[in-house]
Protein backbone atom coordinates (compact mmCIF):
# COMPACT_ATOMS: atom_id res chain seq x y z
CA UNK A 1 0.00 0.00 0.00
CA UNK A 2 1.31 3.01 -0.73
CA UNK A 3 0.17 6.61 -1.67
CA UNK A 4 1.81 9.81 -3.86
CA UNK A 5 0.90 13.69 -2.38
CA UNK A 6 2.08 16.83 -2.17
CA UNK A 7 3.37 19.11 0.31
CA UNK A 8 5.82 22.14 0.50
CA UNK A 9 5.95 22.24 -3.47
CA UNK A 10 7.03 18.96 -3.71
CA UNK A 11 5.54 15.32 -4.12
CA UNK A 12 6.64 11.97 -1.99
CA UNK A 13 5.79 8.44 -2.32
CA UNK A 14 4.62 6.76 0.89
CA UNK A 15 3.99 4.13 3.09
CA UNK A 16 2.45 3.18 6.65
CA UNK A 17 5.34 3.66 8.94
CA UNK A 18 7.71 5.44 6.63
CA UNK A 19 9.38 8.58 8.39
CA UNK A 20 10.00 11.33 5.43
CA UNK A 21 11.77 14.96 5.54
CA UNK A 22 9.52 17.69 4.27
CA UNK A 23 9.57 21.24 4.45
CA UNK A 24 8.36 22.65 7.95
CA UNK A 25 5.22 22.21 9.37
CA UNK A 26 3.71 24.52 11.89
CA UNK A 27 3.38 22.01 14.79
CA UNK A 28 4.83 20.80 18.05
CA UNK A 29 6.32 16.84 18.16
CA UNK A 30 3.56 14.70 18.83
CA UNK A 31 0.66 16.50 16.36
CA UNK A 32 -0.91 15.36 14.20
CA UNK A 33 -1.00 16.34 10.74
CA UNK A 34 -2.88 15.46 7.30
CA UNK A 35 -2.44 15.61 3.93
CA UNK A 36 -5.04 16.02 1.27
CA UNK A 37 -3.52 16.75 -1.64
CA UNK A 38 -2.64 13.18 -2.46
CA UNK A 39 -2.66 12.14 -6.46
CA UNK A 40 -2.57 8.55 -6.46
CA UNK A 41 -3.42 5.68 -4.35
CA UNK A 42 -2.79 1.64 -4.20
CA UNK A 43 -4.40 -0.65 -2.16
CA UNK A 44 -5.54 -3.54 -4.15
CA UNK A 45 -5.64 -1.98 -6.95
CA UNK A 46 -4.41 2.18 -8.18
CA UNK A 47 -6.65 4.48 -7.86
CA UNK A 48 -5.28 7.64 -10.19
CA UNK A 49 -6.50 11.03 -9.22
CA UNK A 50 -7.52 13.61 -11.89
CA UNK A 51 -5.83 15.38 -10.52
CA UNK A 52 -6.64 14.60 -6.88
CA UNK A 53 -8.24 11.35 -5.47
CA UNK A 54 -11.54 12.37 -3.71
CA UNK A 55 -11.81 11.79 -0.18
CA UNK A 56 -8.13 10.51 0.32
CA UNK A 57 -5.63 11.50 3.14
CA UNK A 58 -2.85 10.65 4.11
CA UNK A 59 -2.21 10.86 8.01
CA UNK A 60 0.98 11.33 10.35
CA UNK A 61 2.46 12.80 13.35
CA UNK A 62 5.24 14.99 13.68
CA UNK A 63 8.49 13.39 15.11
CA UNK A 64 10.53 17.00 15.16
CA UNK A 65 11.16 19.88 14.15
CA UNK A 66 15.14 20.81 12.90
CA UNK A 67 17.31 22.37 10.84
CA UNK A 68 19.40 20.75 8.30
CA UNK A 69 23.32 21.20 8.15
CA UNK A 70 24.63 24.07 6.70
CA UNK A 71 24.98 24.56 2.80
CA UNK A 72 28.37 26.99 2.26
CA UNK A 73 27.37 29.77 -0.55
CA UNK A 74 30.55 31.47 -2.13
CA UNK A 75 30.68 34.68 -3.99
CA UNK A 76 34.13 34.96 -5.92
CA UNK A 77 34.80 36.89 -9.24
CA UNK A 78 38.67 36.16 -10.20
CA UNK A 79 40.88 39.40 -10.87
CA UNK A 80 38.68 41.81 -8.89
CA UNK A 81 39.43 41.30 -5.17
CA UNK A 82 35.81 40.01 -4.58
CA UNK A 83 34.93 37.35 -2.35
CA UNK A 84 31.44 36.69 -0.18
CA UNK A 85 30.80 33.98 1.74
CA UNK A 86 27.48 33.10 3.33
CA UNK A 87 25.55 29.85 4.63
CA UNK A 88 22.05 28.34 4.80
CA UNK A 89 19.96 26.13 7.37
CA UNK A 90 16.86 24.90 5.49
CA UNK A 91 14.24 23.84 8.37
CA UNK A 92 12.25 20.96 7.95
CA UNK A 93 10.01 18.37 9.94
CA UNK A 94 10.41 14.87 10.34
CA UNK A 95 6.41 12.92 9.80
CA UNK A 96 5.38 9.23 10.58
CA UNK A 97 3.36 8.35 8.16
CA UNK A 98 0.81 6.84 10.03
CA UNK A 99 -2.17 5.49 7.76
CA UNK A 100 -3.88 6.26 4.21
CA UNK A 101 -7.22 6.87 4.39
CA UNK A 102 -9.67 6.43 1.70
CA UNK A 103 -13.63 6.71 1.61
Known sequence: MYAIFRTGGKEYKVSPGDV???ERLPGEPGAG???NHV???????LTVGTPLVESAQ?????????????????????????????GHRQGFTE???????TA
Not at 39 to 45: D, I, S
Not at 95 to 101: Q, S, W
Open 20 to 22: IRI
Open 33 to 35: VEF
Open 39 to 45: FAVRKQT
Open 58 to 86: VKGVILRNARAPRVRVLKYKRKKQYRRTT
Open 95 to 101: VLIKDIV
